[in-house]
Structure formats: C-alpha cells, structure tokens
C-alpha cells in the first residue's frame, strides 16, 4: 500500500496548512484556522495498528499559538479534538 505524505506548515497569521506531498498543487488541501494569534509549533503524532487491537490508527496533529492555546486535531477529519 502506497503511504500518503502530507506536510503541515504553521503561520504568523494563525493557520496551519496541510499539503498534499504528492500533488504539484500550489494551494494546501486543509487550511485549520482556530488559532486567535500565531502559531508557533506543530507537532504530529501517527499510530498504526500493531495487530493486537489494542491501538487504532491515526494521525493527530497538536499546535501550540502565542494565544496560550495547545490544540489537538485529528488530522483525518480536520476537526480540534476535545
């Protein structure tokens, strides 16, 4: 199975985009744009599943911003995990 690349950028103007790494589009696939102030950090945490069920898989990415706010999303749905 052929692995999906994705590259997540962080901005000055409160966004972070997600681009696709095999696609030669200029634009990102996602722009997350819940951050009130500059996003400063951006972390991404993959679990695949190890075969015994116990763990699922996924891809979250945490943001940290100058609005003191460390923020969670899942990055398949694109939504701020609570």
């Given amino acids: ?9 962080a901005s000055y ?7 696709d790494g095999r696609s030669s589009d200029y634009k990102p696939i996602q722009v997350l744009k819940d951050a009130k102030d500059s996003v400063t950090d951006v972390h991404v945490v993959q ?25 969670t999303y899942d990055l398949r749905r694109g939504l701020v995990d609570s």
């Fill in 47 to 71: 679990c695949e599943d190890d075969g015994s069920g116990s763990s699922m898989n996924e891809a979250k990415i945490r943001t940290a911003s100058v609005d003191g706010v460390v923020r």
């Fill in 1 to 9: 199975a052929r692995h999906a690349e994705a590259y997540l950028s």
């Fill in 13 to 19: 103007d409160g966004t972070v985009a997600i681009w």
